[in-house]
């Protein structure tokens, strides 16, 4: 069983290798299912050794695999080791289950495309960085994972690069997810500089037993962790990729921006729980008020948005803001349950809007929908039971996680549990009317003939239809597993949370325990259907009943997210642009300036010097007696004669 | 002794020091590459009975076996820059070395 571990990553790294050399001559769809095989496998081997796992008793739930020693080097040794525990298992199966899913649908989605095999060769590559990230047993690994995943992101993002606006999309993500790099490095060097190893278990137990790290110093390592988490999972202020990620291909962005990689800060923030318990104080209070902030600011500008991918983009970044006030307060099992859900009900709800895009011909502003439900009915269907599971309505999965995280923040605060209702209560809203624009009212993709009959353009019928097997089969899979994912963790018994005891072993005791009563919990909860009920039903009388004007809701600040992102990129254009200027100018005169003078002062004086070389033999032995005679007069008049 | 005169150090040292002089002497005169090439060797050899003597008088085997070092070094030398100078007489015969200053900076 401990040999296993390794063929979970091993799989999407044989299948990335393979697509390397014989992409091109497998061709569509070949090289497609050998991808969705590839990750199907590791799939099963993570079952298995999740069943493994399983039938050992609680604290032994762990296999440590070291394949090689990575990096020796004095005291810094790296294994390339990886760690099943209850935790990373948990994490490889939905990465590898959803995963697979996704490149399957995939292959109809990118039917046609002339980079068809390249694409699968990026996917591939992501699931075994994603995979790196989740299972390795030190920091160092994790963060292998984390920077390739934020490489293939980025490939992915820009897939379409033709487009400049898609390349420049790309390029955000990859400079905005530095900047959390540098936390998460940070972190990692004063981890090692206090702990002497970034092993995961070494610096659990030295924390843990030994007390190694004072309070001062784990809340220097969880700000920056903290940051690096902020960056890969789209929190305040560093979200502002994940909305422009959107240019990618719709499979990228079910997968990796809401399904995975979004959720690794929230996976690394668990996974040092220790770390986070013993800094306590200020630093925790950061990840939940920023998280809860997150919320409230991407849930606004979520309700403005009329591109149906930004709408969930701007949701994706929202719901990461609830896991953050999770993992904030402490109740990590409540984040990792809406982490579980959240990526089956969200990559659902993205691939069915790929679906609506790939039968709409591209075609992703909503205001052109409208009653697409009697032309895709199972596409409507499916993405239906989504919006049900992400707006709170139970017995739906999004109602039960969701309802964790509102208990997180009671717990911490009640300013921080209204506001967070607030944010709860403005996605059922957004997702509303998401779904009424879509799929319900009046049709509105017949108009656009018209206005290209003005412009004696190409005047192609828009014939909706619905999508192929391929695509609506993980459809139908991931609505299943939205529907009934909430019988993970049901808060009735203590029998009943499964998830909380299956994550007890890599928690040590830091899991917070709700200060509410029995009774409290079920009314917070009935108000929680309450406060989804009514973003749903004011969604239908503005968006079903047409009883408010859209433009009273949809302003235009919002729809610019408070117009944060135009702020910074003035601000990066103006005087961030003049002091990147300015250090460019400081490199290339000052630093160039003084490599290049000492270059060129040898330069000019050999160039004098040379004139002594005369080639003559006659005077070079001169100059040799010279000196020697030189030298002995030296000598001499040192014997004092 | 033979004659009833003592020949000490010095007189030893007297000559190499006129050996050397000579030498070092038509190293900067001549212009004849193989002459130059005598006068580095009595060069050398000047520096060798210096360090005989100096052995000798200090009872110091070191001295000679300096010399034996200088002989095999001098060989090795006399190898490769005879081989030099028939090259550059090959192609300019009756060539003074100030003629052979292609090396110049």
């Known amino acids: 069983m401990t040999s296993l571990v390794w063929l979970i990553p091993g799989f999407p790294l044989i ?3 393979l697509l390397l050399i014989f992409g091109r001559r497998l061709g569509e769809p070949q090289a497609g299912w050998l991808a969705t095989a590839t990750v199907s496998g590791s799939f099963l081997s993570a079952l298995a050794v999740f069943f493994g796992l399983a039938t050992k008793p609680p604290e032994e739930r762990v296999y440590e695999v070291t394949l090689f020693e990575w990096i020796p080097s004095g005291e810094l040794s790296v294994g390339m080791g990886f760690l099943a525990d209850p935790l990373s298992i948990a994490m490889a199966l939905f990465v590898t289950g959803v995963g697979a899913l996704i490149h399957m649908y995939a292959i109809g989605y990118m039917h046609g495309d002339p980079k068809f095999s390249k694409f699968f060769l990026y996917l591939n590559l992501f699931v075994f960085a994603m995979l790196m990230l989740v299972l390795g047993d030190n920091l160092l690994i994790t963060f292998l994972g984390w920077e390739g995943v934020g490489a293939c992101s980025y490939f992915l993002i820009s897939f379409w690069h033709e487009e400049p606006a898609n390349a420049t999309a790309g390029k955000k993500a990859f400079v905005t997810n530095r900047v959390g790099d540098w936390g998460f490095m940070v972190a990692m060097f004063l981890l090692f500089f206090n702990i002497g190893s970034l092993k995961y278990s ?3 137990s030295s924390v843990i037993e030994a007390d190694a790290l004072t309070q001062t110093t784990a809340t220097g390592i969880v700000v920056m962790l903290f940051i690096g988490a902020a960056g890969k999972s789209a929190q305040f202020p560093l979200y502002l990729w994940l909305p422009d990620a959107m240019a990618g291909p719709t499979p990228v962005s079910a997968l990796i921006h809401a399904a995975t990689m979004v959720t690794s800060g929230v996976y690394l923030l668990t996974r040092m729980n220790p770390v986070l318990a013993e800094a306590a104080g200020w630093s925790t209070d950061l990840i939940w008020i920023v998280g809860l902030f997150t919320a409230l600011f991407a849930a606004t500008a979520a309700v403005a948005q009329n591109d149906i991918k930004k709408v969930l983009a701007y949701s994706t970044v929202s719901q990461l803001g609830f896991m953050f006030v999770a993992v904030g307060s402490g109740l990590y099992v409540a984040a990792i349950f809406h982490m579980i859900t959240h990526a089956f009900f969200k990559a659902l709800l993205f691939l069915g809007a790929g679906s609506v895009i790939h039968g709409m011909h591209h075609e992703q502003d909503m205001r052109k929908y409208g009653a697409l439900r009697k032309a895709m009915p199972i596409t409507a269907f499916t993405f239906i039971i989504g919006w049900l599971a992400i707006a709170g309505i139970p017995p739906f999965s999004g109602f039960w996680s969701k309802d964790e995280v509102l208990l997180a923040a009671w717990n911490e605060n009640k300013i921080a549990w209204v506001m967070l209702l607030a944010a709860a209560v403005m996605t059922a809203f957004y997702m509303s009317r998401l779904v009424f624009m879509t799929f319900f009212g009046e049709k509105r993709w017949g108009t656009s003939e018209e206005e290209a009959h003005d412009n004696e353009t190409e005047k192609h019928e828009i014939t909706p239809h619905e999508s192929p097997v391929v695509m609506w089969l993980p459809l139908v899979l991931l609505s299943g597993l939205a529907a009934i994912a909430g019988l993970l963790n049901l808060p009735f018994s203590h029998d009943t949370k499964h998830l909380e005891k299956w994550l007890e ?8 325990h709700v200060n509410a009563s029995g009774q409290t919990k079920w009314l917070l909860a009935v108000i929680a259907i309450i406060g989804a009920s009514v973003g749903v039903i004011a969604a239908i009388f503005v968006y079903l009943k047409n009883r408010v ?10 729809e610019d997210a408070w117009r944060f992102d135009s702020t910074v990129s003035s601000f990066m254009d103006g005087p961030g642009r003049r002091s990147f200027e300015a250090t460019t100018w400081f490199d290339q005169n000052i630093i160039d300036g003084a490599v290049n003078g000492v270059g060129k002062i040898t330069q000019r004086v050999s160039t004098r010097l040379r004139s002594t070389q005369t080639g003559l033999i006659r005077s070079y032995a001169l100059g040799m007696v010279i000196g020697a005679v030189a030298i002995i007069a030296y000598f001499v008049s040192r014997m004092g004669f | 002794m033979i004659l009833g005169l003592s020949i000490g150090p010095e007189y030893y040292l007297a000559l190499s020091a006129l050996l050397f002089t000579i030498g070092a002497g038509g190293l900067l005169i001549r212009r004849n590459p193989l002459v130059m090439f005598m006068c580095i060797e009595l060069m050398l050899n000047a520096a060798n009975l210096a360090f005989i003597s100096f052995g000798k ?14 002989l095999v070094v001098a060989a090795a030398e006399v190898v490769i820059g005879l081989a030099i100078v028939v090259a550059v007489m090959r192609r300019r015969p009756k060539a003074s070395v100030d003629e052979v200053s292609v090396l110049r900076g």
């Not at chain 1, 072993?505 to 917070?512: A, S, T, Y």
């Not at chain 1, 004007?549 to 919002?558: D, F, G, M, Q, V």
């Not at chain 2, 085997?61 to 070092?69: D, I, R």
């Open chain 1, 202 to 204: 070494d610096i659990f």
């Open chain 2, 57 to 70: 008088e200090m009872g110091d085997l070191g001295g000679q076996l300096s010399v034996l070092f200088v």
């Open chain 1, 549 to 558: 004007a859209t433009s009273k809701i949809e302003h235009a600040i919002l």
């Open chain 1, 15 to 17: 299948g990335f290798t």
């Open chain 1, 505 to 512: 072993p890599i928690l040590f005791g830091n899991e917070v």
